[in-house]
């Protein structure tokens, strides 16, 4: 138990950092990096309160801590790639979009040129 508590207290800091090194290199934006910090620092706090996480167990109605960290680390993850996809899905609906008034502004800027 104390190894896999371990490994995960260790992927946290690893998450948190590779988080933080790309928002400074500006390859993720600050308000996308709010959601990965958030699951790192609650999969640190699990990781590293045994009693939170014994708690949280209960709760689930799983026998072990660390199964309760490692579904909570689960459900985690696919909310953020669910979060993700919905940004991602309204960028193409907005790059669509921004696509068809381009094309309309370049055919009257040719009429306009085609008319003079």
């Given amino acids: 138990m104390d190894r896999l508590l371990n490994v995960m207290t260790l992927l946290s800091i690893a998450l948190f950092v590779a988080v933080l090194s790309s928002v400074r290199r500006a390859h993720i934006r600050v308000e996308y990096s709010v959601s990965w910090l958030g699951a790192a ?10 009693s939170v996480l014994e708690w949280l167990a209960t709760v689930l109605g799983v026998g072990s801590g660390p199964l309760a960290l490692i579904m909570l680390a689960f459900v985690l993850f696919l909310v953020l790639f669910y979060r993700f996809s919905v940004i991602i899905s309204s960028l193409k609906d907005a790059n669509i979009a921004l696509t068809q008034r381009v094309a309309i502004l370049e055919f009257q800027l040719r009429a306009m040129h085609e008319g003079r």
Avoid: Q, Y
Wanted: aromatic letters at 10%.
């Fill in 41 to 50: 620092m609650v999969l640190l706090v699990l990781s590293r309160f045994r």
